[in-house]
């Protein structure tokens, strides 16, 4: 029996998916999260999550841009639509009490998997 060979990913393709994916939940939820009660109730914690959530959607944005000119069209659109899935899911499941440490962990972890990408350290 012929075996199929492994698909061949871009370098990179992985963890750049994996930050898009978590940059635009992240960013998502914050913007879905705006009713006080789903909010931090320590007012630094909801400063540093309005920065983080900013800073997730400029960088989502700013990842796309790179997977165009890096990776190409297509793993650039699949992420773009894997990111688009993955706030369809959120928006479905309603609002949590969780989701605002659920962005800020989704932000971190994005934040940190886009740099290490674009420096390429992954």
């Not at 393709?13 to 009660?37: C, D, K």
């Amino acid at each position: 029996m012929e075996s199929r060979p492994e698909p061949h990913y871009p370098s990179g393709m992985q963890p750049f998916l994996l930050s898009v994916v978590l940059l635009s939940g992240a960013a998502f939820i914050h913007t879905r999260s705006a009713v006080p009660e789903m909010r931090p109730a320590n007012a630094t914690a909801d400063r540093v999550w309005k920065l983080l959530g900013r800073a997730a959607f400029l960088a989502w944005l700013g990842m796309l841009v790179w997977g165009v000119v890096h990776l190409g069209i297509l793993p650039t659109l699949v992420a773009l639509l894997a990111s688009l899935a993955v706030n369809a899911l959120i928006a479905q499941r309603g609002p949590r009490p969780a989701w605002p440490g659920l962005s800020m962990f989704f932000a971190v972890t994005g934040l940190g998997l886009a740099a290490a990408t674009v420096l390429g350290r992954i």
